[in-house]
């Protein structure tokens, strides 16, 4: 019987263990290897908080200073008014000149074509409750001038027509295309730039830069404070802060002039730099179905390695993987280590963020699963 009691023993527990082997295939896969790579990422670069890196970039663009420029005020693909014996449809515009340039505009300028007109009354364009043109306007392109007396902050501009006199059965048509309407100025070129409040509340330093070239000397005003007086011959940068000029929330003006001659600037453009400059950078990295599923089970786990190469500043050292903070170690200079799991990680594509309250040169970075 004791012979029999030992049988019916061992075979039960290589049941038992039957069961469990079976139950751990049936959940899923095994891992075949100690360690497998996900991905390797070289030279991730500064993170933190980086006062040398601009946290935004404005293109001003190319122009020469010196000539007469324009602002384009309003433009219209096309407009269609008509008037009959009892109705009208007419059009009607705001328009607005910007401060900084209401001073200096010397005209207003208006061009258009005419598509299409049955003639039967006049095309009138009324500004500011004047009529700048009243007359039968046959298919053709125009242009008016609108002196710079007549010319405020804020302008009401009215397309409207006549209708059709003794034809009272009919009614009065012009369609008008291409009608643009642009501000005059110079010789200064002006460009306008905001800054927001929060950029404000944080503001280290501009930089202004351009390649340029001119006959003559180049002044460089913001805000009607000089920050530039050469004449230029390559490359140009011009640096200010809040304590060399008076900066605001909201528009500031850059103004560009020659006493005389001519000067051109090629590729300007406006760099913006903060003292709370946070440099936050991102890789991606793919988990197939077979991988997820051995984090699901706890049979792997994931493991990031990063090297530190340099600590700047010290300071905390934050990652986030799809937006999940890991348990981040004291940043060491050398290799460091963090661990993940299915709780922040996802099958697909992952996306894997460092940044940090100190400023770290991030070296070689590699993820993968061990067990």
Known sequence: MKGIEEFIFVFIAAAVVLAVMMLLFAWGPMPTEEYTALAEFSSLGTI????NEPSRTVPLGSFTVGITQTETLKSVPQISVSAGTTSADAESYTIAIPDYMLSVTERVNLRFRVYDTNLYGNLIIRWNGMDMFNEQAGMTDYSLSIPSQYVEESNSLDILCTGPGAMFWASTVY????????AEYGPATMI??????????S???LELSFTGTADSMLSIRVNENAIY????????LAEFSPSTVPLAAGNNVISFSTGSGTASLQNAELKVYLATNLVTRTRG???TETQYTYLQQNTMQGVIEYDIDAINSQGSLEIRLNGHVLNTPLPQQGTNTVH??????QEGENTLSFTGTGQFEIGTVKVGLEL
Request: aromatic share 14%.
């Open 192 to 201: 306008p730039f905001q800054l927001s409040q929060s950029e404000m509340g």
């Open 175 to 182: 369609v008008l295309r291409d009608f643009v309407l642009e």
């Open 285 to 287: 990295f793919n988990l």
């Open 340 to 345: 993940f799991d299915d709780d922040a990680a």
């Open 48 to 51: 933190g908080y980086v006062l």
């Open 229 to 236: 007086n050469q004449k230029p011959s390559g490359y140009v």
């Open 203 to 205: 503001l280290n330093k």
